[in-house]
C-alpha cells in the first residue's frame, strides 16, 4: 500500500485512487478535505508518475493555494512544485501573459485592483461631469460587474478596433432609463480608458481567456493537450464563468476532479452556485460521486445541530456528518431581555470557562453582520476581557462611528483632535496653509482650534465660506443640546454635518448598518438612564470613552471575533454565535432579494456557523427593537429549526414570544411560498436575452404559466424547455 494512504478512512483512500474521469467528492465541514486532495495529487505524481506541470488544482485563494504547495513539498519526488496549484485568476493570468497578444494586446498588460478601478471610475466621473447625487462609484462599478458577466464587452468593444461594431455596442443602450444609460455611459468611458491603458480588471481576466480559448483553437488546443487533470476545489462557490473555463480545459483528456460541499456555499450574492455541483453528474457523464461525511473536528452533539438545520434546505446533495469523537456538553440557547443582557451572558460564561482553564485564545464569536459586534464589544470591555476583531475594526473605532463621536465631542469639548478629524469632513476646501496659521495662532493664545478659529472667523486669512459654515453648524447644534434628546442631537448632527448624504452617496450599507447600531445604542443608553442628570453628552461620551480605551494588557491570548464569512476554514474549541433574531441571522434583505435562493443560502451560512465549534457551542440572541426592520426582534427559526431534545436552554423566553415568533416565522414561510415561481416569471419576458451555462446566449421565445416553463432559441442552434422554478439558477439575463 502506498505511503500516500496511510492515515486516511476508506472514503478518503477511494478519493485519493480514483484518478481517471469524471470524480466528483462531497466532503462536509471538517472531513479532512484539504488533506485528501493534497493526497490525491501526490499519488497522481508519485504512483502514476505524472508530471505536477500537466496538473491544474484550481482552488479560490492565494492562501489555500500556498497551503497545498506547503504540503505537497513534503510528499512528492522533488521540491518544484507546479505553479499550476493556482486560484481562477491566477490560471487567467497565466493563460493571457502567452495569447493576449492575439487581441493586440501586450503581454505585460496592467492588472488593476479595486483602488485602480476607483481611480479609473474617478476619472470618468470627471470627465461626464457626474455628482454624487446622480449615481456613486459603487452603484456603477457594480454595473459594470455586471455587465462584463457577457463577452460581447470583448467581441463587440474591447478587442476590435471596428468603429462601426464599436458604435453599434455603444448604441445598443437605448432602452435604458435615466440612471441605467447614466451607468452605461460611465461603462464605455470606463472601458475606453481600460482599452487606453491595456489595462484588464479582475472581471476581464476570466472572460478574455474565456475568449481567447474559445475564438483561438490552437490556444483551446494547447491548454487542453497540457492539463492531463483538473482538480477544482471548493467547487460549490463556482460561478457559471468559472464553471464554462473548467469544461473548456478538460475537453480533451476528460479527467475532471470536482470537491466541494453544496451544503457551504454562502457567496451566491457574488455569483457562486451550488447548483453546478449538486448537478454534475447531469452534465459529465459517467460520473462518480464519492461522499466524505466522517467530521474530524465536531462533537456529536454540534453535528446534530448542525444536520437538524441544515436538512431543511432542499437544493442539496443529502449526507449527514458522523464523528467518533466522545459525546460533549449539550448545545446552549440562550435567550437574553436585551442585547446588554446577551452580550454580558457571553462575556460571564467565558470567564467560568477561563476559570476553568480555557485560554481566551479557545473562543470565537461569530456574527451575521459586523454592526452586532457593539454590545458584545462592550460586555467583553467591561469585563476586562481582551479580544481581536478578525479581518476588521473594533465597533467604536470604525471611521464611520468616529467621524460622527467626534462631532458629538465638538459640540461638548470641542477638542483639537476632534477639530483637526472633522474640519473637513465633508471637504470645505481649507487646505494645510489653513490650518498651520490657525495651529500657529491657537498655539500663541493658548486656545484650541475650534475656540481660536471662531475668534478670527471674520480676519481675511479665515474668512472663508467652509469655515464658516461649520462653526454656524456647530454653534447651532449647540443649541440644540440641552432641549433635544441625545439620539435627536446624534441623528441632527448625522445629517446637518453632510455625514449622512456621504455614506448614502457612497452606496456603502455596512457603513449605513453601523451607524444605525450607533443610533440604536445611544436610544438603549437614554433607556437605561432615565434621571435627567445622566443623560448628559458629556456623560455619554464619558461612557463611551469606557468601550474605546485599550487599557488592558494586549497579547496572543484573545478572543476572536468575527462575520460567520469571514470564519469560514476556521475551527475553534468554544464558538457563540450571537444575534441569532430574525432579520439579523437570517437577513431580511437576503431573503426580501433573493427570496427561498436567499433562504437557503442564509441556512447554509448557519450550517457554516454551527461547524465551527470543537466541543461547544452557544446560540445566543435577545429581545428588543430592529431599528432597519422596524420591528420587534423574535428568536430566529435557525433555532427552532433544531430540535429540542438537542438543547440546553438558559434565560426566560416566554410563551406568549415563542408563539409570536413561530407565527412569524410561518408567515414568512407562506409568504415565501405564495411568491415561488412568481418572482422568478417577472424576470422573464419574451424577448429576453439569457445566459445558460452549457447553451450559452439565447433569447426567450414563450412562456408557458400553466406549465411554468419557458420556451428559449439558443444562438447555438437549439431549443430547450427550461422550468420556470429552475431558471434563476440555471440562467442569467443579459
Known sequence: MSNLLKGLNEQQKLTVQTTEGYVRVIAGAGTGKTKTLVHRFAYIVNELGVSPSNILCVTFTNKAAQEMKSRLRKLVDFSNVTDLICTYHGLCVKILREDIYRLGYPTQFIIADSEDQKAL?????????????????????????YWKQYKKYIVEYISTFNKQKQTEFINSAKNLNKEELLNWQCFIEYLNLQKKGFILDFDDLIQFALYLLQQFPEVLQKWQNKLDYI????????????????DLLQGTHKNLFVVGDPDQCIYEWRGASPTGLISFEDNYSPCQTIIL???????PNILDVANSVISKNENRVPKDLYTTKEMSNKVTHFHGKTEDEEG?????????????GNKLSDFAILYRSSSISRYIEQALVKNKLSYMVYGGIRFFERKEIKDILSYL?????????????VINLPSRKLGKVFLSSLQEIADSEKRTLYETLRNHINEPQFNKTGAKNFIKLIENTKKQVRLKSLSDIANLIFVESGLEKIYRNEGDQDRLDNINELMSSIKLYENDNTNEDDLSLMKYLQDIALYTNLDYKKDSDFIKIMTIHQSKGLEFPIVFVSGLSEGIFPSHRTIRERRKNGLEEERRLAYVAYTRAEKELYLTESEGYNFEMDNYKFPSRFIFEIKSKLLVKKGTLSSELKKS????????????KDNEGKEEIKQFSIGTLVFHKLFGEGSIISINDMQQVLEIKFDNGSTKHISIDKAMNVL???
Not at 231 to 246: F, P
Not at 293 to 299: E, I, L, Q
Not at 347 to 354: D, E, N, P, Q
Open 661 to 672: 415568533a413561530l407565527k412569524y416565522i410561518q408567515n414568512s414561510s407562506l409568504e415565501l
Open 121 to 145: 471610475l474617478k476619472e470618468v466621473f470627471e470627465k461626464l461631469n457626474i455628482k454624487s447625487d446622480r449615481t456613486n462609484y459603487k452603484k456603477v462599478s457594480s454595473k459594470i460587474k
Open 409 to 421: 465631542r465638538m459640540l461638548d469639548s470641542a477638542d483639537d483632535i476632534s477639530f483637526k478629524r
Open 344 to 356: 454580558d451572558y457571553i462575556a460571564k460564561t467565558i470567564l467560568k470557562h477561563t476559570e476553568n
Open 231 to 246: 482538480m477544482v476545489d471548493e467547487t460549490q462557490d463556482n460561478s457559471t464563468t468559472q464553471w464554462e473555463l473548467v
Open 732 to 734: 442569467s439575463i443579459i
Open 293 to 299: 461525511n466522517r467530521n474530524y473536528r465536531s462533537s
